[in-house]
């Protein structure tokens, strides 16, 4: 095993502490909403999108469609396509085709920030050892959790259930704080999902999700247009 990959292991464990922590909220959300804690696990191995994973197990509760389910992860993972391409200008010559496409997997936003920060070029090895002890921590996490909702009480299983919208408000509270174009964006796509829930129930969840984002965000960057 190479010096990279352990280094980048060892650079991923806090990380992978974190998702654990916060997966083992989507076990239980996965649970609540009728899938098996082996279905919950394959989801988590095969997306590693928090939000993106929250947003598809409404859909499938809701029993929405595919094209539904596919515009809702476009929307809410169009994101890391942006961290990919910011990225590349850190990669080694190492890192051929096949690599990039292997590391895209575990492009996620706490992966992204590591990586951003580390000096000099990133290698193959690191980033693997870095996504490999991560998506250990997610996926370990959603079973746990997802086994421990079956178990639970109702009401234990309820407040454990908000832990993943927890990070969520972790993530946007700060620089809310600091920008208000970020606040105005929050808050403009929490008054439209309440219009949706409220008034609009005939629009599905997935539907009323991607509504919200896109006329959120696209209002964010008419009124607080980026400087050159």
Known sequence: MSSKFIKGMSHGLPVALGYFSVSFGFGIKAVMSGLSPVAASVISLTSLTSAGQAAGVDIIAAGGTLLEMILVQLTINLRYSLMSLSLSQKLDKKFTMPHRLLASYGITDEIFAVCSSQPGLLTPAY????????????????????????????????????????????????PARKEKSILFVISLSAVLSLLFYYAFRFVSSGFAMIICAVISAAAGAILFPHKD
């Open 127 to 174: 980033m693997y050892g870095m996504i490999f002890i991560a998506a250990i921590g997610w996926v370990s996490g959603t079973f746990v959790g997802a086994s421990a909702g079956e178990i639970l009480p109702q009401s234990v299983s309820s407040a454990m259930g908000i832990v993943l919208y927890g990070m969520f408000l972790a993530i946007i509270i700060p």
